[in-house]
């Protein structure tokens, strides 16, 4: 107990410089981390919202659209084969008749073709 009181006596308790100046740094270093994941995140954020935007007007823009002057109109047939379990592939079980359409959309002056099922086509697909 005696030493105890000796020490406080002195005033020998509190932080010292170097203690202080170790926790700035490493304060400092934690808001650089932080700064760095908070502009990643905005950029991320900035990018998501652009894509969202794209992808409406494409949208938007496809389903306006009508069928172009180079349009497939024809026929196809989609084919379905059984899988084994280990992934090989077997034999053709059935085929479906599918009519199909061409439709092009052009977007921050890119053109994208886009095959769809026509409505109203023999493979029961169209509204």
Do not use: H, W
Request: some cysteine; overall charge positive.
């Amino acid at each position: 107990m005696k030493i105890m009181k000796k020490l406080r006596a002195k005033g020998s308790s509190g932080e010292t410089l170097v203690e202080i100046m170790v926790s700035g740094l490493l304060f400092l270093l934690l808001m650089a981390v932080m700064q760095g994941a908070i502009s990643f995140c905005s950029s991320a954020q900035q990018k998501s919202g652009q894509l969202r935007k794209t992808n409406a007007e494409i949208c938007n823009t496809l389903r306006r659209s009508e069928n172009t002057p180079g349009t497939v109109n024809g026929s196809a047939e989609m084919a379905f084969r059984a899988v084994a379990a280990d992934g090989t592939v077997g034999n053709q079980v059935f085929t479906i008749p599918v009519g199909l359409e061409e439709r092009s959309v052009t977007a921050d002056g890119k053109t994208a073709v886009f095959y769809s099922f026509a409505p109203g086509s023999t493979g029961g697909g169209g509204p």
